[in-house]
């Protein structure tokens, strides 16, 4: 078993995973991953808690794709939270769990107060509990061009409008899914129709417009443009991912939609007025339409 938040699953949780999906195999066990929701520092300190690179349902599925065979999801309250180092081990990784390796991050902490350490979990599982005693093992660290590929680098290269360094360090584009919504239908007035999706917690990347691939219940990843943000020209409230899908008139309420970010164009603005946010939208269509040809120009030279 592995613990922590595990946000984005990353390379360096990729190889976490992969070297753990080793060892269950070698043994004949299952890999659980378990993590926690709300988040600890969402809990504690929810004005300085990170923006989550993945919802729940995200790290289920990238989860599941890296080998992971079960997912547990603690809820972290109160009262989980006043567990000490030895109650969380015994409750959890022994008796819940019967976990025979664990890996964690050499900074991790648990228990009340976080006063348990690797050294404290490396000593119980070496000395038993309940008379069952646990390999620990600490995360290896993974780098990317000389830099430690973590969440938090994540976040910032989303933050600084760099989705393609972000895909680097995820392993893949960036991600984020929802469900259709019904809209202003403001779009659809101006010949540029949206599917809207409703941001509920604090997004990663900047707002701003990008040229993403829309991904559709039945698999099909189509070309689109979409703006996150709050759409400050028409007095907006709330954050909305909005996407354009190019040369598409299907509908599609109600279809739950990953959108994969591809490239920045620029950041969210207020114009003077509505025809001025129209001949934006056609210019920034007209870009989309140009970066995702040659992305798959690019693709198609790649392949043998």
Request: neutral net charge; hydrophobic residues 45%; contains cysteine.
């Amino acid at each position: 078993m592995t613990i922590g938040n595990f946000d984005g699953l990353h390379r360096g949780h990729q190889a976490v995973l992969a070297e753990l999906r080793d060892a269950a195999q070698a043994r004949g066990l299952p890999l659980l991953l378990m993590t926690f929701e709300p988040t600890p520092k969402e809990m504690f300190a929810p004005d300085q808690a990170p923006a989550r690179l993945a919802t729940l349902r995200e790290k289920a599925e990238l989860a599941a794709r890296h080998g992971v065979d079960r997912m547990l999801c603690a809820r972290f309250d109160k009262r989980f939270a006043a567990q000490s180092p030895e109650e969380f081990v015994e409750n959890v990784v022994v008796r819940c769990l019967a976990a025979e390796v664990v890996m964690v991050g050499a900074d991790f902490r648990f228990g009340a107060k976080r006063a348990g350490d690797f050294a404290l979990l490396e000593q119980m599982g070496r000395d038993g509990v309940q008379g069952q005693t646990f390999e620990a093992r600490v995360m290896p660290t993974v780098e990317l061009s000389g830099e430690r590929v973590s969440s938090t680098a994540v976040r910032q290269a989303l933050a600084d409008g760099q989705p393609g360094k972000a895909a680097e360090l995820l392993g893949r584009s960036y991600c984020m899914s929802g469900r259709v919504t019904g809209g202003q239908r403001l779009g659809r007035t101006l010949g540029v129709p949206t599917a809207n999706l409703i941001i509920r917690r604090k997004p990663a990347p900047c707002f701003g417009v990008y040229a993403v691939l829309a991904e559709l219940e039945d698999g099909r990843q189509l070309p689109a443009a979409a703006s996150l943000g709050v759409r400050p020209t028409v007095n907006g409230q709330g954050c909305v991912l909005e996407v354009h899908l190019l040369d598409f008139s299907e509908t599609l309420y109600g279809q739950h939609m990953k959108v994969h970010f591809q490239h920045f164009l620029r950041p969210e603005k207020r114009f003077d007025d509505v025809p001025a946010l129209r001949d934006a939208m056609m210019q920034d269509i007209a870009e989309v339409r140009r970066l995702l040809a040659a992305d798959a120009i690019q693709t198609a030279g790649s392949q043998p």
